[in-house]
């Protein structure tokens, strides 16, 4: 309100008498005058709300600018966030896809748990698992499925080791 009352009254009166009986500072008032908001500026600030609705809120600074400037007004980067800030316009960030794949509220029975954690298995061959992930391309997500016979974990097959049992397609030693 000071710095109003100097800008209304500066025609009468000299600024430094104003500033002292106001006890404000002259580049106080120098600011105020430069941070005054004009008529341009708010249909500048109205075009900026206009353009970032239509965006979606995911427009910032540096699109937004290109988006004015694609519409003929001639503004800069910061000038662009100055006109952000005063139209209360800021971007929603945009919150990464993640697949959902179980719905755990549902009336559906679910399948015992048979193996109980008991992972010592007589034969091989009997007890298998499996599980499912996503992979994202740039065509899509890919989906890889995986099932392991769980008597082999913890076992690594490498040179000429055979299991202790011989399956048909075996052709070792």
């Known amino acids: 309100m000071r710095y109003a009352f100097i800008h209304w009254e500066r025609a009468r009166y000299p600024l430094t008498l104003l500033c002292q009986v106001l006890q404000v500072s002259r580049s106080g008032y120098y600011a105020f005058l430069k941070g005054r908001f004009t008529a341009p500026d708010h249909a500048m600030c109205a075009q900026v709300r206009r353009l970032h609705a239509a ?29 952000m800030r005063h139209a209360g316009v800021s971007v929603k960030p945009k919150r990464p896809w993640v697949p959902r794949t179980t719905d755990s509220r549902h009336g559906e029975p679910v399948a015992p748990n048979r193996l109980d954690r008991q992972f010592t298995i007589e034969r091989p061959n009997r007890v298998w698992g499996s599980d499912i992930t996503y992979l994202p391309t740039q065509d899509g997500w890919l989906y890889l499925a995986v099932v392991v016979v769980i008597s082999f974990l913890g076992r690594l097959w490498a040179g000429p080791w055979r299991p202790p049992w011989r399956p048909r397609w075996w052709q070792g030693p």
Not at 60 to 75: I, M, S, T
């Open 55 to 83: 965006s979606r809120c995911t427009y910032g600074q540096r699109r937004l600018c290109q988006a004015l400037r694609a519409e003929g007004v001639c503004v800069g980067r910061w000038r662009t966030r100055t006109l």
